[in-house]
């Protein structure tokens, strides 16, 4: 585990290098608290696996208005990019699987990632749009 006072002392002597905290970072809470610090902060697993969590709100640590108010709104503009990747000839796995997590604790979640996740090798745009309907429709039950 990365021990942080020592990188927190290190940065305290040595105040023109630029240094930057990667490991054990779970929450933007964290990652503020990090930032006043320290130059940087690179998160990871938290990211992958819960990326609206992790940096659905990040643009506000700058001062700057979230583009997106919600998963889904992030996972209907991603509709585009996805239908341009896969009339290119991509495969629709290549972009969902980093999108697995984006609706973790969520209602539709399970529905999301597994049509992704079953579907997402040979997927077409209907796959990824009965994905979107899975989390719309876990929505509404909620």
Do not use: C
Not at 108 to 117: C, D, T, V
């Amino acid at each position: 585990p990365l021990d942080y006072p020592l990188v927190h002392r290190m940065k305290a002597e040595f105040p023109d290098l630029h240094l930057s905290v990667n490991g054990g970072i779970g929450s933007l809470d964290q990652v503020r608290d990090q930032l006043g610090t320290m130059d940087g902060v690179m998160v990871g697993r938290a990211a992958y696996h819960q990326p609206w969590d992790m940096l659905g709100d990040a643009d506000a640590l700058w001062g700057e208005v979230p583009r997106f108010a919600s998963p889904l709104e992030v996972a209907e503009e991603m509709r585009e990019v996805i239908a341009r990747h896969l009339a290119e000839g991509g495969r629709m796995h290549q972009i969902t699987r980093h999108m697995l997590g984006l609706f973790h604790g969520r209602p539709g979640a399970r529905g999301w990632k597994r049509i992704l996740s079953e579907r997402g090798s040979s997927g077409t745009l209907a796959d990824y749009d009965a994905a979107l309907a899975a989390v719309r429709d876990g929505a509404m039950a909620a």
